[in-house]
């Protein structure tokens, strides 16, 4: 007697389980929306990490991010060369100019919600500015494949063209940052399956309706591969690239792709 293989599907949420994950990505948006508006030259990481709690707490929520594995901040607070996980630091003081990634996660009532987005200090540069647009637009682009049937390499070579496709519509060059990329995402910030940034298509487990992953695309000028500072947290490019980083918590539904983390 034969044995069937088991089939292999990324976990689903039901409808209702969804609209409580958009509750908690709501206010990770919200947060994100108001460390933008605070964020100018002379404002530290820390105040914008102050922001995002005090926004968090006020909407009934935790900051997701406080005390996760040790880490010490409300947001990931990376400026210019940092890709992710940049520490809030008082000393930490934005210029103009500056390219600011901030990630942020909440937690309310058990189910999380988790996004990044990259913006300018006042003026950037015109190659700053190509390098953040088109990061949002892999991001946009790449979780059009976040939909039931697919896999979730299918998601992975969905980011990867758009890169490549980013580079002609963006003109910059850009490194996939190696080693970084989603996750799965639900009553814990980390769950499986892990989701890289590239990749073959058709591999992995199936998306059905009601998978949720956190979809992050990681993009620099320059170099793929990246150091880790002496804070245990703070990746940087390794040759002192700037990079970018955009994440929306997405849902496949028969709809199609559903953002859980907007930011109205």
């Not at 190659?127 to 939909?147: F, R, Y």
């Not at 969905?158 to 910059?172: D, H, P």
Request: hydrophobic letters at 40%; charged letters at 25%; glycine letters at 12%.
């Amino acid at each position: 007697m034969g044995f069937r293989k088991r089939r292999k599907v990324i976990p689903a949420k039901t409808p209702g389980e969804l609209d409580a994950m958009q509750a908690a990505g709501e206010i990770v948006g919200k947060a994100l929306q108001a460390v933008k508006a605070h964020a100018a030259p002379g404002v530290s990481t820390l105040e914008l990490d102050q922001v995002a709690e005090e926004v968090i707490r006020a909407c009934g929520a935790i900051p997701t991010f406080k005390g996760y594995e040790g880490f010490p901040g409300s947001i990931c607070a990376s400026v210019n060369e940092e890709i992710v996980h940049g520490i809030p630091n008082k000393d930490a003081v934005l210029l103009e100019g500056d390219l600011v990634s901030v990630d942020c996660g909440a937690t309310l009532d058990g189910w999380v919600g988790d996004s990044a987005w990259t913006f300018g200090i006042g003026e950037i540069s015109a190659e700053a500015q190509a390098l953040n647009e088109a990061t949002e637009w892999v991001l946009m682009e790449g979780l059009k494949a976040m939909v039931p049937g697919n896999r979730l390499t299918d998601v992975s070579h969905a980011l990867e063209l758009a890169t490549r496709k980013a580079e002609q519509k963006f003109g910059v060059k850009l490194g996939i940052v190696d080693g970084y990329g989603g996750h799965g995402i639900g009553r814990t910030m980390h769950e499986d399956p892990w989701l890289p940034n590239e990749g073959k298509p058709g591999r992995g487990p199936e998306i059905q309706e009601g998978s949720v992953l956190a979809i992050e695309p990681m993009l620099t000028l320059g170099s793929v591969d990246s150091i880790v500072l002496e804070d245990d947290w703070t990746v940087v490019t390794d040759d002192d690239s700037l990079a970018s980083h955009w994440e929306h918590t997405v849902a496949a539904t028969s709809g199609g792709p559903r953002i859980l983390t907007p930011r109205y």
